[in-house]
Structure formats: C-alpha cells, structure tokens
C-alpha cells in the first residue's frame, strides 16, 4: 500500500466542504453589495434615506416572520399527521399500490407543488439578503453597525441558497475492498456488459462481491456498482444471471421525473451535519414534512411500477425457463435465511484464533447441501405464498404467472465453463477476502461474538445452570451467539415453565421463534404471549408471525394476525412509544411504587454498581389515563468507563423488564438533563452519598 497515496474524499466530507465554502460566499456577497450599496449612496447624498431603514427593516423581518408561521403551521401539521390511524396508513398505501400507474404518473406533480414552496421560501430570503446588504449600505450604515446587516445579509443568503447547494448523495452502493477487477473475472463482467447494452444504458460497470443473497444497483456519477451476493450467484447458470441483472438494469431506467424527485428527497435526506444547517433549514420545516409524508406515497406507487417493468425486462431472454428458474432461486434463498436464522453453520466462525481461510466455501457448500435437501419442500411453497400488505415486490407466483412458467420443478441448468471458473474464483477470492480484511476486528469480534458469551455460558453451565428471571436473557443470547441453539431452545422451555409470567415474554419470543421457522403455528401464540406481556417484543414479534402466515398461506390466520398486527401498532404509536421518551412537557411526578419494590430495585443495583451511580431519579409519567411509566434516570459519576456503564444499563434493564408487569422505563440523565428531574420534590430515590434519597 502506497502510504503517501491520498485518501478519497467521502461524500460527507464533499457536503461539509461545499457549505463551508457557501458560507464564505455569503459573508463575500453580502460584504460586496453593503460596499457597492454605501458608494452609492454616497454619490446621491441629497436622496432621503429614512426610506431606505424603513425597506431594510422590512426586509429584516419578512425571513423571521415566514420562519415563524412555517414553524407554526409545521407543529400543527405534524400534530395531525401523527394523529392518523395505523389502519388509515394502511389503508393510503393499499390504495396507491391499487392505483399504482394512476399515482405514480400524478405523484410528481403534487411533489412538483411542494417543491415551489420550497424555492418560493429561498427566493424570499435571497432577495432579503440583497435588500439588506445593498439598501443598509445606501443609507449609510456606521461601522458599528456594519457587522450586524452583514451577518442578517449572510445568514438569509445561506437560508435561501441552500436548497440550491448539489449536495452528493450518500444513499447507493459504495466501492471497497470487495470490487472485482474485471480481468479476473472476465465471464461475469461480460454478463454484465451484455444485460447493460440491452437495456440501454452507459456507463462503466463495477460488480461488488457480497457474501450473501441481496443483488442491488446503484449509479454514482458515470459508474454502475453492481452489488451481487455471492451464494446466490454461484447457484446461477449464465443465462439465470443474465435474466437477473436484466431486471436490476431497468431499475436504472428511471423516468426523468421520478429520478428528480428522488434526488430532491436524497438532498433533503443528507444535509450536512453543520449545526448552522440544522438550525436554518428549520426555515423549510413545513415544506420538508409535506414533502417527506408525500414522496413516501408516491415512491410506493413508483416502487410497485418499476418492479413490475423490471419484470418485464427480464422477458428479453431468449429462454423464459432462464428468467423463471432464476427466480426460482432467489425464493430458495430467502426460504433458506428464513430457515437457517442467523448462521448457516453448525458452530461460531470465532471458534479460531485467526480467521477462517474457507468460511465463504463453507456458507456456499452449506447452502447447497440445505437447497438440494429442502428443494421439493421449497417448490410446493411457491402456490401458496401471500404477498406481504406492504410489500412493493409481487409474490415469485406472480411473477412466474407473468412468464407464462407453471411447471416449478425446472430442469438445473448447467453454467459455461468460463462461469464455472469465474464462480471458483469468487469463492477463492471471497474467503482470502474475509481472512485478510481485517485481523484486529477479527480479534475483536472474536471477543465479543466467541469469547464473552462463552465464558457467560461456561460460568452459568459452572454454577449449575440455575435459571435467574433477570440473568438467563443473558445466557440465551450468549447460546445464540455459540450457535448452540438447541440449548437455547431447552433454556427458553424451562424459562416458560419456571419463572413467573413477567420474566418469560423474550423466552416466548425465541421459543416462538424457533417454532414458526420450523413452520410449526404453534409458535404464533408464543410470540403473542410475548407481546402482550412485554411490549418491547411488538416489532419483532409481529414481524415473524406476518413472515410465517405470507410464507406459509395460512390466509385465515394472517387476517386474524392483521388485524391484531393494527391494534397492536396502535397502541405502539399513541402509548407505547411514549415510554422511551421524557420531555419538560410531560405530565411528571414522583413516582410512588408499591410498598417493597423500590427497595429490592435498590438492593439490587447497590450489589454491582460499586460506586459508579451518583444518584438515581424515579418519575411518574402519566400518558393516558389508562396507561403510564415510571421512568429511572440514572446519573452516572463523570470518570465511569463506557463499557462499565453499559454493562450497568444492561442490568437494570434486565431486572426492570423481568421484575413484573408494571412498566419501566430506563434513561441516561445526560440524555434527559433538560427535565430537570432534581426540580421535582421527592423524585431522588438514591444518591452516592446518602443512604436514602433525597
């Protein structure tokens, strides 16, 4: 490695350079004009100037003013929005996937609208920042004054010029380590080159490898990075990889509309993280909320729109078998991540000291083995998956229905021999690749992924085994992380069948788990027990049991789980979310718990926290009249190590969530200094050096 070589300037740093260099243009602009302003004035002396105050106060005000009403208007807006029913967004999306061509086709024009808002905002503040520099100086600004009118002309000159400044996208696919030189890899790049000139596009193509099953694509600049997960690919023939990057070409057709909004989102999405940026696109806070709450309607019409012409695009093969067996795959792909959850190996990739040398190999030849065995399961599926309410993706049925393929069980087709060596390249490649990459974060991820869960585990196995409500969470995640999961099964029946119910919910939720990805539905009333007895498990419970009932066509089950799923949202959204947040609004007291709970809570903490707490708050935040929190805030002492710190917060929130069904919430009191909860009388339950609270 060339020491001395440059290092590539990030898109982020690209953004901060270009608004530093907006602000010395402002500051130079607003200087010129307050000049040019004052010569002149100095040429017509007998002009009044009173007049000229009068227009540059005006001009002053109009900026802060429409700063003012947008703010207003923006809380009202955003009051309302967050008042929508979960069934009504629903609702909008199905709509827009119903009418998809009609909204996608009308979307831009009201996006369009919003824009001119936008720019009619920034003309606004421009023509201020003018008025300001140039008639201040007309009427003869002093030199005690002449910072101030510079600093409001440079401020509004940022404010509107803003929204103008090309800011270089950081969404899309970033070249690293993992490019493929293209004459190592000759046949793929050529696949490649071929589907591109099909479709119809330029530009200089770069494949990325993945490890794993997502394909993507992305423009940056003139380039087109393809990123292709490798254990897909290497399942492929040429003609199959040939149907897929068809449909991931045409993803590049963008409508030039579509792609101006898109680009206008993606500017709005990565401002620079200047706090003057920050603090003045609060200018544009309405148009921003509009704009944000319809573009995500109009993109899910796009979305549906563009993969249904993707689609399309791969009928431009000159075998439809090609197209259907390809898609075939990539349904085996995702039954195969479904089923496997979270390694596709029998033991940790850190069981060594050094990396693997062949841990691609073994994904790829893992992979094979499981797609060979479960194929004929996997075919059956294909009839009866249930397209996802959200999803912008048709079912592979759907797709398979648009090619014209009823017969499944498609003959393999045998990829060329320039395939072949270009796939054992890749794998050669891929595992150098991960053995060579990194060997400190190795060592590192090591610790955390091998070695800590299995001196967690080796010290529980040591002690019995004993099964501890607000310790065995602990346990289970470092099984998980060892690939032990049999155990881990075992450890969540004995928690459902030992521990009290408000300790068992995350056993339910892995228990659950392990079930539907069997696709045994007696895992679905696990995951509910989950969710009704701990509402942290809402999003990830309601997500494997929609996965299961879609995958599974259990039609009947996924309407009764809709309809709870949108209850269950509901109450998320208006309460539950509540509980992770504390502001001096709230409606906060101290919290008085029930007689002896307070006091184990505390017994507890003091057994481990060795001094690093210097006091502890407890408040009472009512949400509903129904529904409230009793918040922790812990204060740690200034000097406490971060990984110290963690490991306290992990403990507490353990006990809390384990201890029974009242609900807690945990804060950092540097995350929530603003509520002032030492203003509260009687919310110090513990201070370091005190024996009683406050």
Known sequence: MNKNAKKPISPEQTQNRRFSVLIIVSALVSAGLLIAGSLLGRKYPEVPKDPFWIVTAVCMA??????AVTLAVKKAYVKKRNADKVKDVIASLLRQRALAKEASAKGPKKLVRIRCGFYGLAAAALLSSFAIAFLSGFAGTGSSSFYLFIFFSSVYFIAGAMIFLPLPSLTGIAQ????LKREDFPCLYGIAEKAKSEIGLHGNIQILAEVGFNVGIAYRREDIFLSLGMLTVCSFSDDELYAVLLHEFAHLKEDPRHKKERAFMEKLSSAPSSPVFFILFKYYALCA??????????DYAVSVMREQEADSAMLRCKEKNSAASALIKLFFSERYDWEQWEDAVSASIYENEEPPRDLFTRYLANFRTVTKKRRADWLSMIDVEIMARSSTHPTVKMRLDALGVTDYDLPEMAPSEAYRRDISNVAAYLDDLIFKKDPEGYTASRKTGYLDPLETVSAWEEAGKPLVAEEYRNVLDALMKLCRKREAEELCDRAIAE???PAAPTAHLIKGGFLLRRYDPAGID?????IESNSNNIEAGLSLIGTFCCYTGNSAML????ERAVNFAQFKKDEYDETGVLRKSDDLSAEHLPEGVLEDFLRYVKEFEDGNIDKIFLLHKKISDNFFTSAYIVKYVPEIKPEIRDDIDRRIFEYLDTVSNWQYSLFDYESVRAVRPERIEGSCVYSKDETKGA
Do not use: F
Request: charged content about 20%; proline content about 6%; hydrophobic content about 40%.
């Open 176 to 179: 690293d380590d993992a490019a």
């Open 559 to 562: 309407e009764t789980y809709r």
């Open 499 to 501: 521990l009290p119910d």
């Open 62 to 67: 109009i900026p802060l003013i429409l700063c």
């Open 526 to 530: 696990h995951i509910y027990k989950a």
């Open 289 to 298: 909320n509009v704009y944000y709450y319809n573009y995500v309607l109009y």
